[in-house]
């Protein structure tokens, strides 16, 4: 047994290094409270998503992706249960973590109902949350990226287009040079849709053909 599996750091320890300058010195506390304080930390980790503290709030999200999939559950049930826009977006923002921590692990049908409804709301904080989320989650969120592009919503739309545009799949560039055929596109949206197709075409350039 290593060392560190024998000295189990305390918590009150590992929460007061959240407020450390030094990045890793907080990405190890994270890790630590994962690994040896799991159901006694995550509930204290989901409770400051309210917090007016914003460091706080921003460290516990960060922690909590550090949880995986067993996080995304409770970060479900709070979205729910939450009219508080801050909460809302601090429960995206941990899912954003988990995806990022985890590339590759599908999210639950719980967790993919949060997003359909953050997708659904006009609030520009968790649209600009969401859509990153969706490039994340790749062929699990594809759909509900090309389902964006088409938005009323000229601000979801727009960031929709600009995160297809690193996506890499034959789709995109057919989902893009539709809405550029559009003659009643929005300006801003078109403008987005040529920068999109531009970084699609440019990224794709040197592949081999597969024909």
């Not at 964006?148 to 287009?161: E, P, Q, R, Y």
């Amino acid at each position: 047994m290593s060392k560190d599996e024998n000295c189990k750091p305390d918590l009150e320890d590992l929460f007061d290094d959240f407020a450390h300058p030094n990045p890793q010195i907080k990405e190890e506390a994270y890790l630590k409270m994962s690994r040896h304080w799991p159901e006694e930390s995550m509930p204290r980790l989901l409770a400051n998503l309210d917090q007016t503290d914003i460091e706080l709030r921003r460290a516990s999200v960060k922690a909590l992706g550090v949880f995986g999939g067993r996080s995304l559950l409770p970060l479900a049930q709070i979205f729910h249960a939450s009219e508080n826009r801050i909460v809302r977006t601090s429960c995206l923002k941990a899912f954003v973590q988990v995806a990022a921590k985890f590339p590759g692990e599908a999210f639950p049908k719980e967790a993919m109902e949060v997003v359909e409804l953050a997708l659904q709301d006009d609030i520009p904080e968790l649209i600009l949350t969401v859509v990153p989320l969706l490039s994340l989650l790749g062929k699990q969120g594809l759909p509900l990226l090309l389902q964006s592009c088409k938005s009323k919503n000229i601000l979801l739309a727009a960031i929709a287009v600009t995160a297809l545009g690193e996506v890499d799949d034959p789709a995109v560039e057919a989902c893009l040079k539709e809405l550029q055929a559009d003659d009643l596109i929005d300006d801003l949206l078109g403008g987005s849709v040529i920068d999109a197709l531009n970084t699609f075409e440019q990224r794709n350039a040197g592949k081999p053909s597969t024909q």
